[in-house]
């Protein structure tokens, strides 16, 4: 199966179609919409893979769309900024975004994460061995190759990156990670320093988890180390 529908929702035109020349010549099928309305209603109407999302628009903006998209949808979502400011870009990931970039923007890494995105999502999951596909911890259910988590029978609607976190502690159960090391393990980019990423991607997937959860916490802070979920 291919995966190869693309939103891009942006107010400008320029950007628009400079990302669907760009796209469309990496073999993607471009949507585009000038606004976020325009772009739930095509989320409504057709299949999208990915969504290529501006952050400030007139009517309705981006972080509001990445909200309601993430309602009932772990579409990946890469975010666009004029403003390079930390806290626009812990707010984009907060709301529900797989990923980042600043305009002005270059077109080849822009493609790049793209890819990443959508291999994250689809394909690296598709590659699971059967008898590794579920796990289950208490009353928690995750399907590997699904890309579904379930809390007492609940669907936990997770990002890729959300779901990337949580499976690499659930398959180490009892061992610590530290905030560098499950950034460079998920993002496979290098850790810097007051790098709030994983902070914040952290305390978004506790917060579904534990919507369902009428047990302890599932994933357990250790202070001044790291992350765990429990043997």
């Given at each position: 199966?291919?995966?190869?529908?693309?939103?891009?929702?942006?107010?400008?035109?320029?950007?628009?179609?400079?990302?669907?020349?760009?796209?469309?010549?990496?073999?993607?099928?471009?949507?585009?919409?000038?606004?976020?309305?325009?772009?739930?209603?095509?989320?409504?109407?057709e299949e999208i893979h990915?969504?290529?999302?501006?952050?400030?628009?007139?009517?309705?903006?981006?972080?509001?769309?990445?909200?309601?998209?993430?309602?009932?949808?772990?579409?990946?979502?890469?975010?666009?900024?004029?403003?390079?400011?930390?806290?626009?870009?812990?707010?984009?990931?907060?709301?529900?975004?797989?990923?980042?970039?600043?305009?002005?923007?270059?077109?080849?890494?822009?493609?790049?994460?793209?890819?990443?995105?959508?291999?994250?999502?689809?394909?690296?999951?598709?590659?699971?061995?059967?008898?590794?596909?579920?796990?289950?911890?208490?009353?928690?259910?995750?399907?590997?190759?699904?890309?579904?988590?379930?809390?007492?029978?609940?669907e936990v609607v997770l990002?890729?990156?959300?779901?990337?976190?949580?499976?690499?502690?659930?398959?180490?159960?009892?061992?610590?990670?530290?905030?560098?090391?499950?950034?460079?393990?998920?993002?496979?980019?290098?850790?810097?320093?007051?790098?709030?990423?994983?902070?914040?991607?952290?305390?978004?997937?506790?917060?579904?988890?534990?919507?369902?959860?009428?047990?302890?916490?599932?994933?357990?802070?250790?202070?001044?180390?790291?992350?765990?979920?429990?043997?």
């Amino acid at each position: 199966m291919s995966y190869n529908n693309i939103l891009v929702v942006d107010d400008e035109k320029e950007i628009r179609d400079l990302l669907e020349i760009n796209l469309k010549g990496e073999g993607y099928f471009v949507f585009k919409a000038s606004c976020g309305k325009e772009a739930l209603e095509i989320l409504n109407k057709e299949e999208i893979h990915l969504i290529v999302l501006d952050i400030m628009m007139p009517d309705i903006d981006g972080l509001e769309v990445c909200k309601r998209v993430r309602i009932n949808n772990n579409i990946p979502i890469l975010m666009l900024s004029a403003k390079v400011e930390d806290m626009d870009k812990i707010q984009g990931i907060m709301t529900g975004a797989d990923d980042y970039i600043c305009k002005p923007f270059n077109s080849l890494e822009l493609i790049v994460r793209i890819r990443a995105l959508i291999r994250r999502a689809y394909f690296l999951n598709s590659k699971i061995s059967t008898s590794d596909n579920i796990i289950n911890i208490n009353n928690m259910t995750i399907d590997k190759r699904q890309h579904r988590v379930s809390v007492n029978k609940k669907e936990v609607v997770l990002t890729a990156r959300e779901f990337e976190i949580l499976y690499l502690l659930a398959t180490n159960r009892g061992r610590v990670f530290s905030a560098e090391e499950i950034f460079e393990r998920v993002w496979k980019e290098k850790y810097y320093q007051s790098n709030n990423t994983v902070m914040v991607h952290m305390s978004r997937l506790r917060d579904k988890l534990e919507q369902n959860s009428y047990e302890d916490k599932i994933i357990h802070t250790v202070w001044g180390v790291g992350y765990k979920i429990e043997k």
